[in-house]
Protein backbone atom coordinates (compact mmCIF):
# COMPACT_ATOMS: atom_id res chain seq x y z
CA UNK A 1 0.00 0.00 0.00
CA UNK A 2 1.48 3.21 -1.20
CA UNK A 3 2.57 5.64 1.69
CA UNK A 4 0.49 8.88 1.89
CA UNK A 5 3.38 11.37 2.66
CA UNK A 6 5.88 9.52 0.18
CA UNK A 7 8.15 12.64 -1.77
CA UNK A 8 7.31 13.56 -4.97
CA UNK A 9 9.60 11.02 -7.19
CA UNK A 10 12.19 12.41 -9.01
CA UNK A 11 10.46 10.41 -12.24
CA UNK A 12 8.06 12.44 -14.00
CA UNK A 13 6.26 9.39 -14.83
CA UNK A 14 6.12 7.82 -11.67
CA UNK A 15 4.68 11.12 -10.65
CA UNK A 16 2.06 11.31 -13.06
CA UNK A 17 1.00 7.79 -12.51
CA UNK A 18 0.57 8.38 -8.74
CA UNK A 19 -1.68 11.13 -9.10
CA UNK A 20 -3.90 9.06 -11.87
CA UNK A 21 -4.06 6.48 -9.15
CA UNK A 22 -4.80 8.26 -6.62
CA UNK A 23 -7.75 10.07 -7.96
CA UNK A 24 -9.41 7.10 -9.42
CA UNK A 25 -8.08 8.23 -13.25
CA UNK A 26 -10.88 11.08 -12.70
CA UNK A 27 -11.53 12.18 -16.39
CA UNK A 28 -11.23 15.44 -15.25
CA UNK A 29 -7.67 15.52 -14.35
CA UNK A 30 -5.93 17.36 -16.92
CA UNK A 31 -1.90 16.74 -17.23
CA UNK A 32 -0.32 19.22 -20.39
CA UNK A 33 3.31 17.86 -20.78
CA UNK A 34 6.33 19.80 -22.94
CA UNK A 35 9.60 19.08 -23.79
CA UNK A 36 12.34 21.80 -24.08
CA UNK A 37 14.47 22.32 -27.16
CA UNK A 38 17.42 20.69 -26.49
CA UNK A 39 15.11 17.53 -24.53
CA UNK A 40 17.21 18.57 -21.21
CA UNK A 41 13.78 18.47 -19.61
CA UNK A 42 10.22 17.27 -20.08
CA UNK A 43 7.76 19.57 -17.64
CA UNK A 44 4.01 18.80 -17.26
CA UNK A 45 1.38 21.22 -15.72
CA UNK A 46 -0.97 19.14 -14.04
CA UNK A 47 -4.36 21.13 -13.02
CA UNK A 48 -8.40 19.72 -12.40
CA UNK A 49 -10.58 21.02 -14.96
CA UNK A 50 -13.49 22.62 -13.54
CA UNK A 51 -12.61 24.38 -10.24
CA UNK A 52 -9.54 26.36 -12.33
CA UNK A 53 -9.44 29.28 -14.18
CA UNK A 54 -9.31 27.87 -17.78
CA UNK A 55 -8.00 31.54 -19.12
CA UNK A 56 -5.43 31.80 -16.34
CA UNK A 57 -4.32 28.29 -17.24
CA UNK A 58 -3.88 29.02 -20.74
CA UNK A 59 -2.42 32.68 -19.98
CA UNK A 60 0.32 31.88 -17.83
CA UNK A 61 0.96 28.08 -17.20
CA UNK A 62 0.57 27.17 -20.88
CA UNK A 63 2.31 30.33 -22.05
CA UNK A 64 5.17 29.96 -19.69
CA UNK A 65 5.98 26.44 -20.70
CA UNK A 66 6.33 27.70 -24.59
CA UNK A 67 7.91 30.57 -23.82
CA UNK A 68 10.92 31.47 -26.06
CA UNK A 69 13.26 32.73 -23.39
CA UNK A 70 12.91 29.52 -21.69
CA UNK A 71 13.51 27.52 -24.63
CA UNK A 72 16.81 29.46 -24.77
CA UNK A 73 17.64 28.94 -21.42
CA UNK A 74 16.56 25.51 -22.14
CA UNK A 75 20.00 25.24 -24.66
CA UNK A 76 22.52 26.67 -21.90
CA UNK A 77 20.89 24.48 -19.36
CA UNK A 78 23.16 21.42 -17.83
CA UNK A 79 20.87 19.61 -15.03
CA UNK A 80 17.17 19.54 -14.85
CA UNK A 81 17.55 21.49 -11.44
CA UNK A 82 18.50 24.68 -13.71
CA UNK A 83 15.33 24.36 -15.39
CA UNK A 84 13.07 23.87 -12.53
CA UNK A 85 14.87 26.80 -10.53
CA UNK A 86 14.77 28.94 -13.58
CA UNK A 87 10.78 27.93 -13.78
CA UNK A 88 10.49 28.93 -10.12
CA UNK A 89 12.37 32.11 -9.74
CA UNK A 90 11.24 33.57 -13.33
CA UNK A 91 8.70 32.09 -14.76
CA UNK A 92 5.68 32.32 -13.42
CA UNK A 93 3.77 35.27 -12.17
CA UNK A 94 0.60 34.24 -11.45
CA UNK A 95 1.55 34.60 -7.18
CA UNK A 96 0.76 32.27 -4.35
CA UNK A 97 3.21 30.10 -5.78
CA UNK A 98 4.70 27.57 -3.19
CA UNK A 99 6.54 24.16 -3.34
CA UNK A 100 5.60 21.16 -2.96
CA UNK A 101 7.69 18.60 -2.13
CA UNK A 102 5.41 15.41 -0.89
CA UNK A 103 2.46 13.55 -3.02
CA UNK A 104 -0.10 14.70 -0.34
CA UNK A 105 0.68 18.42 -0.66
CA UNK A 106 0.69 17.65 -4.40
CA UNK A 107 -2.67 16.17 -4.38
CA UNK A 108 -4.08 19.07 -1.71
CA UNK A 109 -3.04 21.70 -4.31
CA UNK A 110 -4.34 19.97 -7.16
CA UNK A 111 -8.01 19.46 -5.17
CA UNK A 112 -7.67 23.28 -4.12
CA UNK A 113 -8.02 24.48 -7.47
CA UNK A 114 -4.26 24.99 -7.72
CA UNK A 115 -1.57 24.18 -10.92
CA UNK A 116 1.05 22.11 -10.58
CA UNK A 117 4.54 22.29 -12.70
CA UNK A 118 6.47 18.90 -12.31
CA UNK A 119 10.07 18.73 -14.10
CA UNK A 120 11.42 15.30 -14.65
CA UNK A 121 14.67 14.69 -12.52
CA UNK A 122 13.66 16.99 -9.82
CA UNK A 123 12.17 15.51 -7.10
CA UNK A 124 9.43 18.40 -6.09
CA UNK A 125 6.79 20.81 -7.52
CA UNK A 126 5.75 24.24 -7.87
CA UNK A 127 2.02 24.76 -6.94
CA UNK A 128 0.21 28.16 -8.31
CA UNK A 129 -2.95 29.29 -7.64
CA UNK A 130 -5.55 29.01 -10.41
CA UNK A 131 -8.43 28.31 -8.80
CA UNK A 132 -11.65 29.51 -10.21
CA UNK A 133 -14.49 27.73 -12.01
CA UNK A 134 -17.85 28.32 -12.11
CA UNK A 135 -19.61 30.26 -9.21
CA UNK A 136 -22.71 32.11 -8.53
CA UNK A 137 -21.60 35.96 -9.55
CA UNK A 138 -22.26 38.49 -6.90
CA UNK A 139 -26.19 38.92 -6.07
CA UNK A 140 -28.93 40.74 -3.48
CA UNK A 141 -29.04 38.90 -0.48
CA UNK A 142 -32.26 36.40 -0.40
CA UNK A 143 -32.42 35.92 3.38
CA UNK A 144 -31.97 39.29 4.43
CA UNK A 145 -33.49 41.80 2.16
CA UNK A 146 -32.17 45.54 2.14
CA UNK A 147 -34.52 48.19 1.60
CA UNK A 148 -31.74 50.77 1.94
CA UNK A 149 -27.99 50.10 1.56
CA UNK A 150 -25.73 47.57 -0.64
CA UNK A 151 -27.78 45.07 -2.41
CA UNK A 152 -24.46 42.71 -2.73
CA UNK A 153 -24.65 39.20 -0.69
CA UNK A 154 -21.74 36.62 -0.50
CA UNK A 155 -21.30 34.11 -2.46
CA UNK A 156 -20.10 30.35 -2.14
CA UNK A 157 -16.72 31.38 -3.29
CA UNK A 158 -14.56 32.52 -0.18
CA UNK A 159 -12.33 34.36 -2.25
CA UNK A 160 -14.95 36.62 -3.45
CA UNK A 161 -16.64 37.14 0.01
CA UNK A 162 -13.37 38.19 1.86
CA UNK A 163 -12.74 40.76 -1.32
CA UNK A 164 -16.60 42.10 -0.60
CA UNK A 165 -15.68 43.19 2.99
CA UNK A 166 -12.27 44.67 2.18
CA UNK A 167 -13.96 46.49 -0.03
CA UNK A 168 -16.08 48.53 2.70
CA UNK A 169 -13.01 48.60 5.44
CA UNK A 170 -10.02 49.69 3.46
CA UNK A 171 -7.81 49.50 6.30
CA UNK A 172 -4.21 47.93 6.86
CA UNK A 173 -5.19 46.45 10.60
CA UNK A 174 -8.37 44.19 8.61
CA UNK A 175 -6.31 40.54 9.36
CA UNK A 176 -7.47 37.39 7.95
CA UNK A 177 -6.04 33.91 8.94
CA UNK A 178 -6.56 30.62 7.04
CA UNK A 179 -7.24 27.08 8.01
CA UNK A 180 -8.29 23.75 6.66
CA UNK A 181 -10.82 21.67 8.74
CA UNK A 182 -12.33 18.70 8.12
CA UNK A 183 -10.41 15.47 7.93
CA UNK A 184 -12.03 14.35 4.86
CA UNK A 185 -13.44 17.57 2.77
CA UNK A 186 -10.47 19.86 3.67
CA UNK A 187 -12.23 23.16 3.62
CA UNK A 188 -10.70 26.57 4.07
CA UNK A 189 -11.76 28.52 6.74
CA UNK A 190 -11.00 31.80 7.29
CA UNK A 191 -11.47 34.54 10.32
CA UNK A 192 -11.20 38.04 9.71
CA UNK A 193 -10.76 40.47 12.68
CA UNK A 194 -9.53 44.28 13.02
CA UNK A 195 -6.15 44.27 14.72
CA UNK A 196 -6.25 47.00 17.76
CA UNK A 197 -10.42 46.76 17.85
CA UNK A 198 -10.66 42.92 18.29
CA UNK A 199 -9.77 41.35 22.04
CA UNK A 200 -6.52 39.57 21.10
CA UNK A 201 -7.87 36.82 23.80
CA UNK A 202 -11.21 36.50 22.13
CA UNK A 203 -9.36 35.82 18.70
CA UNK A 204 -6.83 32.93 20.47
CA UNK A 205 -9.06 31.41 22.46
CA UNK A 206 -11.28 31.29 19.10
CA UNK A 207 -8.52 29.74 16.87
CA UNK A 208 -7.59 27.42 19.31
CA UNK A 209 -11.02 26.12 19.22
CA UNK A 210 -11.16 25.78 16.16
CA UNK A 211 -8.08 23.54 16.15
CA UNK A 212 -9.38 21.27 18.33
CA UNK A 213 -12.28 20.46 15.93
CA UNK A 214 -11.41 16.92 14.57
CA UNK A 215 -14.23 16.01 11.89
CA UNK A 216 -14.69 14.44 8.71
CA UNK A 217 -16.68 17.22 7.03
CA UNK A 218 -17.41 20.83 7.44
CA UNK A 219 -19.87 21.76 4.49
CA UNK A 220 -21.59 24.63 5.59
CA UNK A 221 -20.71 27.07 8.42
CA UNK A 222 -23.34 25.65 10.43
CA UNK A 223 -21.13 22.65 11.41
CA UNK A 224 -18.26 25.02 12.96
CA UNK A 225 -21.26 27.32 14.74
CA UNK A 226 -22.99 23.94 16.67
CA UNK A 227 -19.20 22.40 17.08
CA UNK A 228 -17.64 25.51 18.81
CA UNK A 229 -20.55 27.27 20.69
CA UNK A 230 -20.26 27.04 24.97
CA UNK A 231 -23.80 26.26 25.44
CA UNK A 232 -24.81 23.36 23.19
CA UNK A 233 -27.99 22.50 25.17
CA UNK A 234 -29.45 26.45 24.66
CA UNK A 235 -32.18 26.77 22.26
CA UNK A 236 -30.91 30.32 21.72
CA UNK A 237 -28.13 31.05 19.16
CA UNK A 238 -25.25 32.20 20.55
CA UNK A 239 -22.88 32.73 16.88
CA UNK A 240 -24.84 35.34 14.47
CA UNK A 241 -24.84 34.41 11.03
CA UNK A 242 -25.50 37.02 7.77
CA UNK A 243 -25.16 37.28 3.80
CA UNK A 244 -24.51 40.49 3.88
CA UNK A 245 -20.88 42.04 3.46
CA UNK A 246 -21.94 45.66 4.96
CA UNK A 247 -23.10 43.70 8.25
CA UNK A 248 -19.74 41.75 8.30
CA UNK A 249 -18.09 45.04 8.34
CA UNK A 250 -20.24 46.60 10.95
CA UNK A 251 -19.79 44.20 13.29
CA UNK A 252 -15.83 43.74 13.22
CA UNK A 253 -16.16 47.22 13.66
CA UNK A 254 -17.60 46.33 17.03
CA UNK A 255 -14.64 44.27 17.93
CA UNK A 256 -16.14 41.08 16.19
CA UNK A 257 -14.63 38.01 14.64
CA UNK A 258 -16.43 37.09 10.93
CA UNK A 259 -15.82 33.31 10.38
CA UNK A 260 -16.20 32.72 6.35
CA UNK A 261 -16.45 29.02 5.48
CA UNK A 262 -15.45 28.18 1.67
CA UNK A 263 -19.32 26.64 -0.10
CA UNK A 264 -21.56 28.54 1.88
CA UNK A 265 -22.77 32.41 1.24
CA UNK A 266 -23.66 32.72 5.05
CA UNK A 267 -20.86 34.07 7.48
CA UNK A 268 -20.21 33.61 11.28
CA UNK A 269 -20.13 36.75 13.57
CA UNK A 270 -19.01 36.27 17.12
CA UNK A 271 -18.78 37.03 20.40
CA UNK A 272 -22.74 38.11 20.33
CA UNK A 273 -25.21 39.41 22.23
CA UNK A 274 -29.33 38.53 22.56
CA UNK A 275 -30.15 42.12 21.36
CA UNK A 276 -27.61 41.55 18.29
CA UNK A 277 -30.52 39.46 16.68
CA UNK A 278 -33.32 42.07 16.61
CA UNK A 279 -31.14 44.91 15.07
CA UNK A 280 -30.31 45.57 11.51
CA UNK A 281 -27.73 47.43 9.67
CA UNK A 282 -30.44 49.16 7.92
CA UNK A 283 -31.37 50.64 11.08
CA UNK A 284 -27.64 52.61 10.83
CA UNK A 285 -29.15 54.04 7.48
CA UNK A 286 -32.29 55.71 8.49
CA UNK A 287 -33.05 58.40 10.80
CA UNK A 288 -32.85 57.46 14.67
CA UNK A 289 -36.59 58.18 15.04
CA UNK A 290 -37.80 56.02 12.66
CA UNK A 291 -35.32 53.25 13.39
CA UNK A 292 -35.66 53.42 16.94
CA UNK A 293 -39.88 53.21 16.65
CA UNK A 294 -38.72 49.97 13.91
CA UNK A 295 -36.51 48.53 16.21
CA UNK A 296 -39.04 49.22 19.73
CA UNK A 297 -41.57 47.37 16.98
CA UNK A 298 -39.73 44.32 17.01
CA UNK A 299 -39.50 43.86 21.06
CA UNK A 300 -42.90 43.94 21.11
CA UNK A 301 -43.32 41.64 18.22
CA UNK A 302 -41.09 39.19 20.26
CA UNK A 303 -43.03 39.43 23.11
CA UNK A 304 -46.67 38.53 21.25
CA UNK A 305 -45.16 36.06 19.13
CA UNK A 306 -43.26 33.58 22.34
CA UNK A 307 -46.50 34.75 25.18
CA UNK A 308 -49.50 35.61 22.81
CA UNK A 309 -51.32 32.28 22.62
CA UNK A 310 -50.02 31.02 26.21
CA UNK A 311 -51.55 34.37 27.69
CA UNK A 312 -54.97 33.91 25.96
CA UNK A 313 -54.82 30.29 27.29
CA UNK A 314 -54.24 31.45 30.60
CA UNK A 315 -57.19 33.75 30.56
CA UNK A 316 -59.26 31.45 29.49
CA UNK A 317 -58.91 28.23 32.05
CA UNK A 318 -57.44 30.08 35.34
CA UNK A 319 -57.63 33.99 35.41
CA UNK A 320 -61.55 35.07 33.27
CA UNK A 321 -61.64 38.14 35.80
CA UNK A 322 -58.96 40.01 33.82
CA UNK A 323 -61.23 40.39 30.96
CA UNK A 324 -63.91 42.66 30.07
CA UNK A 325 -67.32 40.91 30.84
CA UNK A 326 -68.87 41.97 27.38
CA UNK A 327 -65.24 40.06 25.53
CA UNK A 328 -65.84 37.11 27.68
CA UNK A 329 -69.42 36.63 27.02
CA UNK A 330 -68.64 36.60 23.19
CA UNK A 331 -65.51 34.61 23.80
CA UNK A 332 -67.86 31.99 25.71
CA UNK A 333 -70.38 31.87 23.23
CA UNK A 334 -67.46 31.49 20.14
CA UNK A 335 -66.35 28.69 22.50
CA UNK A 336 -69.83 26.96 23.00
CA UNK A 337 -69.45 24.28 20.59
CA UNK A 338 -65.66 23.75 20.47
CA UNK A 339 -65.11 20.17 21.62
CA UNK A 340 -61.47 20.98 22.35
CA UNK A 341 -59.97 22.77 25.63
CA UNK A 342 -58.04 25.90 24.63
CA UNK A 343 -54.50 24.49 25.11
CA UNK A 344 -55.54 21.63 22.50
CA UNK A 345 -56.87 24.19 20.55
CA UNK A 346 -54.13 26.60 20.27
CA UNK A 347 -51.99 23.59 19.97
CA UNK A 348 -53.99 22.18 16.75
CA UNK A 349 -53.60 25.95 15.41
CA UNK A 350 -50.24 26.05 16.00
CA UNK A 351 -49.00 23.17 14.56
CA UNK A 352 -51.15 23.65 11.43
CA UNK A 353 -49.78 27.04 10.93
CA UNK A 354 -46.11 25.21 11.26
CA UNK A 355 -46.62 22.88 8.35
CA UNK A 356 -48.07 25.43 6.31
CA UNK A 357 -45.08 27.59 7.15
CA UNK A 358 -42.69 25.33 6.38
CA UNK A 359 -44.53 23.46 3.46
CA UNK A 360 -44.34 27.35 1.94
CA UNK A 361 -40.65 26.93 2.60
CA UNK A 362 -39.50 23.93 0.94
CA UNK A 363 -41.72 24.26 -2.36
CA UNK A 364 -40.58 26.69 -5.32
CA UNK A 365 -40.94 30.41 -4.47
CA UNK A 366 -44.28 31.27 -6.41
CA UNK A 367 -46.08 28.03 -5.81
CA UNK A 368 -45.00 28.26 -1.99
CA UNK A 369 -46.80 31.87 -1.39
CA UNK A 370 -49.82 30.40 -2.94
CA UNK A 371 -49.84 27.19 -0.84
CA UNK A 372 -49.47 29.72 2.30
CA UNK A 373 -52.22 32.15 1.95
CA UNK A 374 -54.48 29.56 0.21
CA UNK A 375 -54.24 26.99 3.23
CA UNK A 376 -54.03 29.30 5.79
CA UNK A 377 -57.47 30.76 4.52
CA UNK A 378 -59.34 27.63 3.55
CA UNK A 379 -57.91 25.90 6.71
CA UNK A 380 -58.72 28.53 9.41
CA UNK A 381 -62.21 29.69 7.37
CA UNK A 382 -63.04 25.32 7.47
CA UNK A 383 -61.58 24.71 11.35
CA UNK A 384 -64.26 27.67 12.32
CA UNK A 385 -67.33 26.71 10.39
CA UNK A 386 -66.04 22.75 11.53
CA UNK A 387 -66.53 24.04 15.04
CA UNK A 388 -62.82 22.67 15.63
CA UNK A 389 -61.47 26.11 16.95
CA UNK A 390 -62.81 29.51 17.36
CA UNK A 391 -62.41 32.84 16.08
CA UNK A 392 -60.77 34.38 18.62
CA UNK A 393 -57.88 31.31 18.53
CA UNK A 394 -57.51 31.60 15.02
CA UNK A 395 -56.71 35.80 15.47
CA UNK A 396 -54.65 34.79 18.25
CA UNK A 397 -52.73 32.35 16.37
CA UNK A 398 -52.29 34.38 13.13
CA UNK A 399 -51.13 37.33 15.08
CA UNK A 400 -48.50 35.08 16.88
CA UNK A 401 -47.33 34.16 13.53
CA UNK A 402 -47.01 37.63 11.99
CA UNK A 403 -44.89 38.51 14.83
CA UNK A 404 -42.41 35.99 14.46
CA UNK A 405 -41.53 37.03 10.91
CA UNK A 406 -40.53 40.71 12.74
CA UNK A 407 -37.45 38.88 13.94
CA UNK A 408 -34.71 39.48 11.41
CA UNK A 409 -32.29 36.65 12.27
CA UNK A 410 -34.15 33.18 11.11
CA UNK A 411 -32.37 31.15 14.02
CA UNK A 412 -33.57 33.36 16.49
CA UNK A 413 -37.37 33.32 15.62
CA UNK A 414 -36.38 29.55 15.31
CA UNK A 415 -35.80 29.50 18.57
CA UNK A 416 -38.66 31.75 19.94
CA UNK A 417 -41.31 29.34 17.79
CA UNK A 418 -39.88 26.49 19.64
CA UNK A 419 -40.11 28.20 23.30
CA UNK A 420 -43.58 28.68 22.40
CA UNK A 421 -44.89 25.27 22.57
CA UNK A 422 -43.28 24.94 25.81
CA UNK A 423 -45.01 27.98 27.69
CA UNK A 424 -48.47 27.41 26.38
CA UNK A 425 -48.24 24.00 27.98
CA UNK A 426 -46.98 25.86 31.45
CA UNK A 427 -49.83 28.45 30.94
CA UNK A 428 -52.84 25.42 30.54
CA UNK A 429 -51.73 23.70 33.32
CA UNK A 430 -50.46 27.00 35.85
CA UNK A 431 -51.89 29.62 34.38
CA UNK A 432 -49.66 33.61 34.46
CA UNK A 433 -47.96 31.85 37.84
CA UNK A 434 -46.07 29.60 35.96
CA UNK A 435 -45.91 31.96 32.62
CA UNK A 436 -44.12 34.24 35.39
CA UNK A 437 -42.03 31.51 36.90
CA UNK A 438 -40.78 30.18 33.46
CA UNK A 439 -40.07 33.74 32.68
CA UNK A 440 -37.86 33.71 35.66
CA UNK A 441 -35.71 31.22 34.94
CA UNK A 442 -35.94 32.00 30.97
CA UNK A 443 -34.19 34.98 32.32
CA UNK A 444 -31.65 33.77 34.27
CA UNK A 445 -30.41 31.50 32.04
CA UNK A 446 -30.39 33.60 29.18
CA UNK A 447 -27.84 35.74 31.98
CA UNK A 448 -26.00 32.76 31.93
CA UNK A 449 -25.09 32.14 28.56
CA UNK A 450 -21.53 32.91 27.22
CA UNK A 451 -20.73 34.18 23.11
CA UNK A 452 -16.57 33.34 23.20
CA UNK A 453 -16.60 34.30 26.95
CA UNK A 454 -18.65 37.91 25.99
CA UNK A 455 -22.19 37.97 28.41
CA UNK A 456 -25.38 36.89 26.39
CA UNK A 457 -27.31 39.79 27.72
CA UNK A 458 -24.86 42.45 27.56
CA UNK A 459 -25.48 45.72 28.15
CA UNK A 460 -28.25 45.04 29.95
CA UNK A 461 -26.46 41.74 32.62
CA UNK A 462 -24.17 43.24 33.11
CA UNK A 463 -24.77 46.41 32.90
CA UNK A 464 -22.69 48.50 30.44
CA UNK A 465 -24.44 52.10 30.39
CA UNK A 466 -22.47 53.30 27.46
CA UNK A 467 -24.01 50.58 24.99
CA UNK A 468 -27.69 51.52 26.26
CA UNK A 469 -27.70 54.09 23.15
CA UNK A 470 -27.62 51.83 20.83
CA UNK A 471 -30.02 48.67 21.94
CA UNK A 472 -33.74 48.89 22.79
CA UNK A 473 -33.68 52.63 20.80
CA UNK A 474 -30.89 53.74 18.49
CA UNK A 475 -29.60 57.41 19.66
CA UNK A 476 -28.59 60.18 17.08
CA UNK A 477 -25.26 59.29 15.12
CA UNK A 478 -23.51 62.61 17.40
CA UNK A 479 -24.44 60.62 20.63
CA UNK A 480 -22.67 57.47 19.04
CA UNK A 481 -19.76 58.35 17.67
CA UNK A 482 -17.66 55.48 19.32
CA UNK A 483 -17.86 52.01 18.73
CA UNK A 484 -20.31 49.77 21.35
CA UNK A 485 -17.42 48.17 23.89
CA UNK A 486 -17.70 44.17 24.29
CA UNK A 487 -17.28 43.68 28.01
CA UNK A 488 -14.48 41.77 27.88
CA UNK A 489 -12.85 44.12 25.00
CA UNK A 490 -11.69 47.18 27.22
CA UNK A 491 -8.23 46.69 26.67
CA UNK A 492 -7.15 48.06 23.50
CA UNK A 493 -3.75 47.23 21.79
CA UNK A 494 -1.41 51.10 22.03
CA UNK A 495 0.88 50.01 19.79
CA UNK A 496 -1.76 49.87 16.70
CA UNK A 497 -3.00 52.78 15.17
CA UNK A 498 -6.68 51.67 15.32
CA UNK A 499 -5.39 51.07 19.22
CA UNK A 500 -4.28 54.52 19.43
CA UNK A 501 -7.06 55.73 17.96
CA UNK A 502 -9.94 53.73 20.08
CA UNK A 503 -7.38 55.34 23.39
CA UNK A 504 -7.71 58.83 22.08
CA UNK A 505 -11.58 58.52 21.43
CA UNK A 506 -11.89 57.48 24.59
CA UNK A 507 -10.41 60.45 26.68
CA UNK A 508 -11.90 62.58 24.89
CA UNK A 509 -15.29 61.49 25.74
CA UNK A 510 -14.06 61.50 29.35
Not at 104 to 115: C, Y
Not at 149 to 177: H, Q, Y
Not at 240 to 245: G, K, L, V, W
Not at 318 to 337: C, D, K, V, W, Y
Request: charged share 20%; hydrophobic share 45%.
Amino acid sequence: MENINSPVSPKLEDNISTIQARLGNSPDLVIRTYELINRTARVAAIYIAGITDRVMVDDYISHVMSFQALNDHARLAVTPEEVYSYIKENALSIGKEKLVTDINGLLEALLSGDTVILVNGVGGGISGSTCGGEARPVSEAATQVAIRGSKESFTETISTNIALVRKIIKNPDLWTETMKLGDVTHTDITIMYIRGIADEETIQAFKDKLQEIKVDMILESGYIEQIVEDNKYSPFPTMFNTERPDSVAGNLLDGRIAIFVDGTPFVLIAPTTFFMFFHTVEDYYQRYDISSLIRMLRFVCLVISMYGPAIFVAALNFHQEMIPTPLLINLASQREGVPFPAFVEAVLMEVTFEIIREAGVRMPSPIGQTVSIIGGLVLGTAAVQAGIVSPAMVIVVSLTGISSFATPAFNMALSIRMLRFIIMAIAAFMGLYGIAIFTIMLIAHLCSLRSLGVPYMTPIGPFVPGNLKDTFIRSPQSFTRLRKRLVNNSKRSSASPAGKRAAGRKSDER
